[in-house]
C-alpha cells in the first residue's frame, strides 16, 4: 500500500564538509583559503513506497513505469525488475556467488549493464530477458555505480573518477575527476544522469552529489539526513538495515526516487 504523507520539504541552512579527499589524500586547495561552499539544492518528499528489505541496493533505474534494481551481498546479489508502487518483485535473476557481488546497473538501448564489485565482469542482459546474460565484458576497476548519458556508459570505481566507457566494447574512452572547492571528492557510488548532469551517492553519507560532467564540478548537494530515523525507526534492523544508496529518475514526471541498502522504503521526491 502506498503512503502519502504531507509534502515535507527540505532547504538546509548550513553546509558541512563533505568526504574532501581521495583515497586518504588532503584536500587540493590552499590551505590558507577557506573554500566556498557547495549550494544546497532543496526537495520535497511527496510519497513514501515499500521496498524489499532482502535489497541490498547497490544500482536503480526507473524504465518504462518499472524500477529495475541490481542489488549485492556476494551470494544474495541479484537484478530484479519491481512494481515501485507496491514493492513487489515481478522478476528476480539470482547471479551472486561466493566470489560475485553485484554492483550498479544501467538500462541502455535494450540491454542491462550490471556491475561487479571486484571480480572484473560486467554482465550484460537483454531489457526484455533478465534470466541470464547475453555477454561479459571485463572492466579493470573495482565496480560501483553506472549511468548513462546517451553514448557512452559513465562508472563508477569508489574514488574521485568518473570513467566514460563506450558501451561496444567498454573501451574507456576518457576520465573525469571530481571536485569541489575543498578538493577533491571520493567515495561516489550509485549514479544516475538527470537533465546533463550526473547525481551520485556519497558511500557512508546521507549526501547525494550533482555534478558538472564538463568539468567534474559539484554544483549542488542534496542532502537526506536521517531518513532511517525520522521515516521508519521501528524497522530498523541492526546490522542489516544499511546505508543510503539508490537513485532513479523518471524524465517525464520529473520525480526523483531515493533508497538505501535493505531500507523498507523508497522515497520520491521533487526538487525545488
Known amino acids: 500500500m502506498i503512503t502519502t504523507k ?11 564538509g563533505l568526504l574532501s579527499a581521495c583515497n586518504g589524500k588532503e584536500p587540493d586547495n590552499d590551505p590558507g583559503v577557506v573554500p566556498k561552499a557547495t549550494p544546497l539544492i532543496s526537495y520535497t518528499i511527496v510519497a513514501e513506497h515499500p521496498h524489499d528489505t532482502s ?6 533505474q526507473y524504465v518504462n513505469g518499472k524500477m529495475y534494481e541490481g542489488t549485492g551481498d556476494f551470494a544474495s546479489s541479484s537484478i530484479r525488475i519491481t512494481d515501485f508502487k507496491t514493492g ?20 541502455f538501448k535494450g540491454k542491462i549493464y550490471q556491475l561487479t ?7 550484460v542482459y537483454d531489457a526484455d530477458n533478465i534470466d541470464k546474460p547475453v555477454k561479459t565484458f571485463n572492466w579493470p576497476y ?11 556508459l559513465i562508472i563508477s570505481d569508489g574514488t574521485a573518477n568518473l570513467y566514460f ?12 575527476q571530481v571536485k569541489e572547492d575543498a578538493g577533491r571528492v571520493a567515495y561516489l557510488n550509485e549514479l544516475e544522469y538527470i537533465d546533463g548532469y550526473v547525481y551520485a551517492n556519497v558511500y557512508q553519507s546521507d549526501f547525494i ?3 558538472d560532467p564538463s568539468s567534474g564540478m559539484i554544483v549542488g548537494k542534496i542532502d537526506l539526513p536521517g531518513l532511517d530515523q525520522q521515516f521508519f525507526k521501528n524497522q530498523i534492523v541492526p546490522g542489516r538495515t ?14 526523483l526516487f531515493i533508497t538505501g541498502k535493505r531500507w523498507p522504503k523508497l522515497f520520491e521526491l521533487k526538487l525545488n
Do not use: C
Not at 98 to 103: A, L, T
Not at 117 to 123: A, E, K, N, P, R
Not at 242 to 250: P, Q
Open 6 to 16: 504531507k509534502l515535507k520539504t527540505y532547504i538546509p541552512v548550513l553546509v558541512l
Open 209 to 211: 552529489v550533482k555534478i
Open 142 to 152: 573495482e565496480g560501483w555505480g553506472i549511468t548513462n548519458n546517451g553514448t557512452d
Open 55 to 60: 535489497a541490498y541496493t547497490q544500482g536503480l
Open 88 to 107: 513487489q518483485v515481478e522478476k528476480k535473476h539470482m547471479m551472486g556467488s561466493e566470489n560475485i557481488f553485484g554492483e550498479g546497473i544501467n538500462v
Open 117 to 123: 564489485w571486484q571480480s572484473h565482469i560486467v554482465y
Open 242 to 255: 544499511d546505508v543510503l544508496n539508490g537513485i532513479a529518475y523518471d524524465s517525464v514526471s520529473k520525480r
Open 165 to 176: 566507457v563506450n558501451p561496444d566494447d567498454f573501451k574507456v574512452k576518457s576520465i573525469l
